[in-house]
């Protein structure tokens, strides 16, 4: 199964070459947890992050489904 | 603590008392005994004829006093369009000189202000900016032992930092002090805001518990301009009660496809900062 995984600022730098910039599709076994996409994708684990489903709160330990929409934001820190 | 009664144990008058708009938000009360000169009015003329401002309006901005934490790219955009509005004193706290490479985006600083406290340099721009308002200049480095001398009165706390650590002890004392608290954070193209004010919305460490590590970060100083300007008006609605504030939601804005994407954000009940004060 497969689902879009839309990065946002800094985290677009670790999108995969052949995405569009935004986001990128990515082949998931069943019960793939978002940290196994987290870690698939090498985002840095240490940076906190906003997760959305769907559009709606996410948590890292959750499973996703065929077709989802998987939304990760870090905190932008500079001022 | 509430905040009426925060005020009274700094010995300020009832005068700053809050009471609810119509969307629930607190807001300042008025002062009659706030009077305008001619000048003034014709300086604020615009933003007074705004429906829901009017000299009532402009009466709050005038009593209010704000902490602006930092006056480099997002301190310089929020000092200067709170200066122009008539905001009464403004505390801000940079223990920073501007440099050079500074120049891009700090616009409070010029090549003159140079080896000069930025605190010191923004409060003379703004004297020129704006000459009715007072400018409190404020050299220290914020840490946990002075941030509440460093507050001091103010009514409001504006998050101007560029790192997690000193927006970390921002909040905790916003927390405590029951104070709202405006947060932004810029990189390049992109910047993120919201209006923290619990118990009412979710603390900054219920967002983002922890910190990103401190780096030199890209940033366009159009970006700074874009998100300071957001946490101006957000101020400014805080003070005349006029619309409804960020709260609970975090504003994203990516300037390289210029879109802004807006999350819903919960409160963490188990959060080591503001988890005991629902």
Redesign the interface.
Known sequence: MEVTVKL???LRDFLPKNSDG?SCRVEIDENTTIKQIITQLKLPE???K?I?VNGL?GSIDQTLKDGDVLSI??????? | MSLASFHQLQGDKPSKILKLNSLGNQVMSGDNHVMFTDEEKTRYNRQIILSGWGEEGQKKVKQATVFIAGAGGLGSPVAIYLAAAGVGRLRICDFGEPELSNLNRQVLHDEEDIGKNKALSAKESIAKINPHIKVENLSDKIERENIAHLVGDAHIIVDCMDNFPTRHILNEYAVKAELPFVHAGVFGMSGQITFIHTPETPCLYCIFPGSPPSEVFPIVGATAGVIGTLEALEVLKYLTGKGSLLKNRMLYWDGELMMFQEITLPKDPKCIVCGNKR
């Open positions: 946002f600022a800094t935004k240490e940076i906190p906003i959305l709160n934001f870090p905190p932008v820190a500079g001022g």
